[in-house]
């Protein structure tokens, strides 16, 4: 384990990986009551201002240490809500970090914006800027669930945003749907698909809802009784899938759907698509660089998390150090893993020869220990194994993170040790 990792062994100048960018904005106008993600709700610009300022530093540090030749292929505002930023902060945030990084000729540029709150302006600066796509939250139309997980979204702000982010020329767009909340039922999400499908956003990603009251406290103000039930949540899922798929998009796995020319849809077909801590992506091969409080690096084979409390945040960095709190690097054996568990969740199948000839091992072997944890998803007709492939089956790919499990490592005995995950279903 690597704790309190210093600049110089965690950043190298003689990598030529491309870059990945991603910027935490931590803050928020309102607590929505699902909300698993490291946020701070605050009125007060001055707590945004001073927090601006630090990031800055932050990526300046950063910056000095890594080769100007390498370009940036991806960039990402998360949060928290990187939109709550006035349009002002945007341009200035975005600005400073052009006049630092290079990028590639067609970059990935996105930002998860919330439409309670946008205005035209919030819009235009982003585009301004480069942003050229966008991630919107909806979770869900119905009014009763809105109002049960504290968020009051109306439909027509949510189309005022799109409209107004394809008349600015975002190439891109992505709504964030979830299944399982409060009072949702397989009638009224129904409804919510169908309003979606004519929006016609280019990706989808529809999450099962993390119900994890003993890690984000303020879940408990949502009553386990009020949720659907699993079996109700898997005839949910499986309405999506039906519906988003006869409307013409491919379900990637793990959540997402894209229509058939979208870069994600291709990557899978070709078998190069990839997943970090943003989720799928199509730029494999960058080493990503994460700024802001708790945000997450991964980059050569070693990973870094920074200081989760923006008090510790700041005192690292007024130390003129990087505010990296824990890290982790990889072994061998973590690097197998995470490529066999990759390529199934991206590819929804494994070629072993392949694995074999790539770490020069022998698979059964080498996974003597995980191959008998897939026998009960074979027998349920959601795994087909032959003597040099695993195949995920369409049905198999609604409990791919389950399937992947069984090849993790460390899954038992965290579970054991600390069960803090929520259910998959």
């Not at 510790?312 to 690097?335: H, S, V």
């Amino acid at each position: 384990m690597i704790t309190k990792m210093q600049s110089l062994k965690i950043i190298s100048k003689n990598s030529t990986a491309d870059l990945s960018l991603y910027f935490h904005i931590p803050f928020c106008d309102t607590l929505c009551y699902f909300c698993g993600c490291n946020m701070l709700v605050t009125h007060r610009r001055e707590t945004i201002r001073k927090y601006l300022d630090y990031l800055e530093k932050e990526i300046d540090m950063v910056w000095k240490l890594i080769s100007p030749k390498r370009k940036v292929t991806q960039l990402h505002w998360g949060g928290g809500t990187p939109s709550y930023l006035n349009p002002d902060e945007i341009k200035e945030l975005g600005e400073f970090i052009n006049e630092r990084f290079q990028y590639v000729d067609d970059p990935e540029v996105g930002v998860e914006i919330d439409p309670r709150g946008l205005t035209y302006e919030h819009m235009k600066a982003f585009r301004e800027v480069g942003f050229n796509r966008i991630s919107m939250g909806v979770q869900d139309f119905d009014p009763k669930v809105q109002k049960a997980v504290n968020r009051i979204q109306p439909e027509e702000i949510t189309k005022q945003a799109i409209d107004w982010a394809r008349e600015l020329g975002f190439k891109s767009i992505n709504l964030d749907l979830i299944y399982g909340l409060p009072f949702q039922t397989l009638e009224s999400f129904e409804k919510t698909i169908d309003k979606v499908i004519e929006l016609s956003p280019e990706r989808l990603a529809v999450f099962n809802f993390a119900y994890v009251p003993w890690l984000k406290p303020h879940q408990r103000v949502i009553k386990k009784e009020d949720l659907p039930a699993p079996e109700i949540k898997l005839q949910i899922l499986k309405m999506t899938i039906e519906k988003l798929t006869d409307a013409g998009y491919i379900y990637i796995g793990m959540d997402h759907f894209a229509k058939p020319d979208d870069e994600l849809a291709i990557a899978q077909k070709e078998k190069t698509l990839y997943r970090n801590f943003q989720g799928y992506s199509t730029r494999a091969g960058a080493d990503l660089y994460a700024f802001g409080m708790s945000a997450i690096s991964q980059f050569q084979n070693i990973y870094a998390q920074n200081y989760k409390e923006l008090k510790d945040y700041y005192a690292r960095i007024d130390e003129g150090k990087l505010p990296t709190a824990i890290g982790y690097r990889m072994n061998q054996d973590d690097i197998i893993r995470k490529h066999v568990i990759m390529r199934l969740m991206c590819d929804m199948e494994l070629t072993k020869s392949e694995v074999e000839k790539k770490f020069n091992i022998n698979f059964d072997e080498y996974f003597a220990d995980s191959i008998p944890k897939l026998q009960e998803f074979i027998e349920d007709g959601l795994v087909e194994l032959t003597d040099d492939k695993i195949i995920v089956t369409l049905m198999g790919r609604l409990v791919i993170r389950n399937i992947a499990m069984c090849f993790d490592a460390y899954i038992e005995k965290m579970m054991r040790e600390k069960p803090i995950f929520s259910r998959t279903v």
